[in-house]
Every structure is written in structure tokens, then in C-alpha cells.
């Protein structure tokens, strides 16, 4: 996936919100096996987390008043004031073993939220990965490659950060809320109604600010996606953009996409960074009128002074989780439309079991046939109708035909890439459907058009697919595919360490690679798709030599645009619109004066 189209689902999914709440955490919660005793413990923990910090201001005002009235009974009678064990230093010593334990129980909370979340993560990462590998071609076909791994890496991570903060948190601050209302309520109802009518002032004022950051938010992400995508663009195509003279063009472009993302942060960044202290503001300016009420009622002797401090405390502990709301409902709902993007990954119809009983083919021989085939990529749109055609064990197939006619989709089914609608494929007389997927596939070979390195060396990257080769297969295949040369000349030779797109080789060396790959296999039949089209004339030659090796006692099939590669094919099938219009070899297709030989003579013209 490229930056730009990762930066592009992100920057959408970010602020989406979920369709079913309620049915993606049922389900989520039944997808937590054992782990929902860690949540369970978490929630009883939150219980005493809870009891013993409401509990703090109220056992510190009665500390506060003893000592206040020690203090008073000190001055009057012209004593020293101290404090004893008997004459608060108990209380005291309680007061902070409380705090104490509650600071114990919430990093126990965020120690077993942590693992929680990570554990959950693991699964739903688990179970995307196996099923990516059940999903059919046809899926991959219909979604970008950003959407794809989009879920098994931001959807994730959201979901595993806001379980491992927002979850607690709203625990938390749930219990927090209620409680410390209720005793506020229990010390004086007015002063509390004062409280939660600033309270109300701060929620109105911190959702009006988050739709319009929100707004913003989005811009900038679609901003910054832009200039991700500009910064691609200019390297990718940098030769191209040098070759015709473009440079300025592409600086200018560049600076439009910087100036809009700058333009759009400063805004976006502007509402996020004045809302808290406008917030934070509102809140101050309750706690100053409730101050001056508290103080008149202190005077008055109404409240005593324990309780003047300790109903403070539960302003505090009341106004910032309400301060808190909007953003970790807001991170919540974001979380579980994650989840649910997830599961609609997970419930993509998947590629058709292996048979209980599938039917084997011993020591294949490469009989080929295709028997009344129809397939279409939609049921409603069929592309290939009646196709039938016989191949025997040795033999050179050759399939051309212009671009999109279906020359490769022909090749996919051979592979079962996709299921037939209709017909059968059979392999040395036994249905292709009703054999297992390895065991169909360890009969075949791939050279395809547009090559794939995996990261690791060379030797790896040609014993892909025998893992278990040694080093003297490995460079035999090598110099079958007149890759050898080459390859001893790299820093390390076969232990040259690869990437993906191995940019330190050239795209015909790249070829080489993958054709040695599938001569190390040495499977029984052969898919070649242009594999020689990336090559120079000389390497061709050499490469059609060892091909000729390798075809020799083996059924091949071949997707070919020049026709000078195939004129000595057994069959040449020649498609159009996904059927098969002309079959024969080369001289009876020329012959027919038909299709073939209307593409054969404009190549040699």
C-alpha cells in the first residue's frame, strides 16, 4: 500500500462514526473468550477505585475539622498545638493509606486494561491474517490495497488504544461523577445546582467546539493526505517529471498542497488548542462563585471548614471527567466503528473448503481439459461461455488475444484463483474442484508478467517454493535460468539481501529470478505470462532455450503478445471478449485467414 492511499483510509475512518453499537460489542464481547475476566476484574477493581476515592474528602473533612478545632482549643488556651497519634495522626496515617491503595488499584486497572487490550488486538489480528489467506481473488479484485490492510493496522491500533485509555477512563469517570454528586448533594443542594449549571455551560461549549474541530480535523487529514500523495508522486515519477522538464510545475504543485495543509492546521489547530483553556476558563469561574457562596455559608457557620475543602474536592472530581466526555465518547464511538469494519472483513464470504475426501493425482502427467467452462465475476455478467478444449501431457498451449479478451482470467481458472459457474476443469481426468487447493497448485508453475521479490536474500527468493533445496539446486536452477552471472556478481552473491521491489537489480534480472524460482519447483505444468518480456533480445534467446528444456515432457501454457514466441505451439487458442474465437496451430490458424492472422501480419508488416 502506498503512504498516500494509507493516509487516505485513515484520514476517512478517523471520524467515522458506528452504524450498530450495540452489535458490534456483543460481539466483541463474545469474541473475548477468558479475557472477559480480566474486564470483569477491571470493573470490580473500578467498584473500590471508586468507593475509596469518594470516600477521601469525606474522611479529610473530618480530619480537617479535628484538627481545626485542636488548633482553636490550642490559641485559647495559650497551649502549643501538636499533633498525636491519638489526636490526628491516626486519622492521617488512614487518610493516606487510602490514597495509597488507590493509586495501587488504578495501575492494577491500567496494568490489566493494557494486557486486555493487547490480547484482544492479538486475536483479531490472528484472525485477519488467516483470513486474508481464505479470502478469493475476486475480494482483493473489488477493494484497495489500503482498505485492506487499513484494518489490520489502524482499525487495530485505534481499537487497542482507546480500550487501553477510554475504557477506564469512562469507567471511571462514571463512577467518579455519581458518587462525588451525591455527597456533594449531601453537604449542600445548592452549591451543587450552582456547580452543575457552569457544568452544563462547560458540555454545551465543548460539543458546539468539537463539531466545528471536527470539521477542521477532517480538512487537515484530507490536506495532509494530499501532500502525502504529492511527496509520492515526486519521487515515484521523478525520472519522468525530470525527462519532461516539469520540475517547476511539481514544486508548484507541492507548494499549493503545503499551503492548504498549513492553512488548514493553523484553524484546526486554533479550535484544539482554545477550547481547553475557554473550558478550563468556565470551569474557574464556577469554582470562584461557588468559593464566594461557600465562603458565605463558612461565615455563617452552615459549613464548617472540612467541609468547605472537602466539597471542592469533589468539584474537582466531578468537573474533569464531565470536562472529558465529549472527547472520550467521541474516541469511543470512532473505536467501535473500527471494530466493525473489522468484523466486515472477517465476514467476507471466503474461498470454498477443501473437500473432506478430495481426489489426488499421483505422478501428473499435465492432461489438461477444460469441458463446457462458463464464468463470470458477477453471476449476472458472464464472460466466458461453453469453453472447451483438450490439452495432452507434453503439449505447448498458446493463448493470445488482445488486451482484456481473457487470456489471464482463462489461466486463473486453471488455477482455481476463481470457481467456475459452470463446466469442469480437469487435471489427468480428475476434477479440479474437488481437489484441495496445495494439492492442485504443487502441480503448477508461475512466471508472471509483473515480478514480486519477497524480502530476504537471493537464494531464498528462489527457493521459495522448496524451502528445503540446497544451495546446489538452488544455483543449478539459477544458471538453467541464465541468472547465475548476475547473481555472483552482487556484493554478497546469493546472500544479497533483497526488498520487495529490489530496485538494486534491473526489472529483466527480477525476471530471471522468478523464472529460476519456478525451475527449482520443477512442476508438471508450466504458466508462463510474458515471462520474457522484460528481458533484452540476447537474454531472451538464452531464456527461450532453457525454456524449451524445461517445456520439454511438460505441458505449458503460454500468454503471449508476440506472436514470434509461439509459432511452434501445439495449440494457439485465440480469444476475444472472454471466449475463444480460433484454435489450431500456427499454420492452420494462418491458413483460416481469420483473427490470428489478421494479428499475426501486423506485427510483421
Known sequence: MSENESAVYEGAEEFSVPMNPVKAILRL???????????VIVFVSVIFYTILSVAAPVYSAQIVDLLWRRIREAVENGAQFHVTWEQGGEQIMVLLLIYTVTGILYTFQSFLMAGFAERLSLELRSRIGRKLNRLPLSYFDSHKTGEVLSRATNDLDKMSEVLQTGLLKLFTAVGMVIGSLIMMFRFHAGLTLIFLAFTMLSLVSTRLFAAK??????????????????????????TVIKAFNQEENSRKDMREAVEELAETSRKADFLMNAVN????????????VIAVAAGKLLLDGVLSVGVFQAFFQYVYQASEPLTEAAYMINSLQSSIASVERIFELLDEKEIRKDPESPAVVERTEGQV??????????????????????VKPGEKIAVVGSTGAGKTTLINLLMRFYEVNGGQIRLDGADTSAMTYGGLRENFGMVLQDTWLFDGTVAENIAYGRPDASREEIIAAAKAARADFFIRTLPKGYDTR???DAETISAGQRQLLTIAR????DPA????????????????MEISRAMNALMKNRTSFVIAHRLSTIVDADLILVMQDGNIIEKGNHRDLLRMNGAYADLYNSQFA
Open 277 to 288: 483553556p475557554f473550558i478550563r476558563l468556565v470551569n474557574r469561574l464556577g469554582q470562584a
Open 518 to 521: 519456478v525451475m527449482l519447483c
Open 369 to 390: 481439459e477444460f469441458k463446457n467452462v462458463c464464468f463470470g465475476y458477477t453471476p449476472e455478467k458472464i464472460l466466458m461461455e461453453n469453453i472447451s478444449f483438450s
Open 498 to 500: 533483497l526488498s520487495g
Open 213 to 238: 474541530t471536527l470539521q477542521y480535523a477532517m480538512r487537515r487529514q484530507q490536506a495532509a493526505s494530499r501532500v502525502t500523495a504529492q511527496v509520492e508522486e515526486s519521487y515515484s515519477g521523478r
Open 29 to 39: 464481547w463474545r469474541i473475548m473468550g477468558r479475557e472477559r475476566i480480566r474486564l
Open 525 to 540: 505444468v508450466l504458466i508462463l505470462d510474458e515471462a520474457t518480456s522484460s528481458v533484452d533480445t540476447r537474454t531472451e
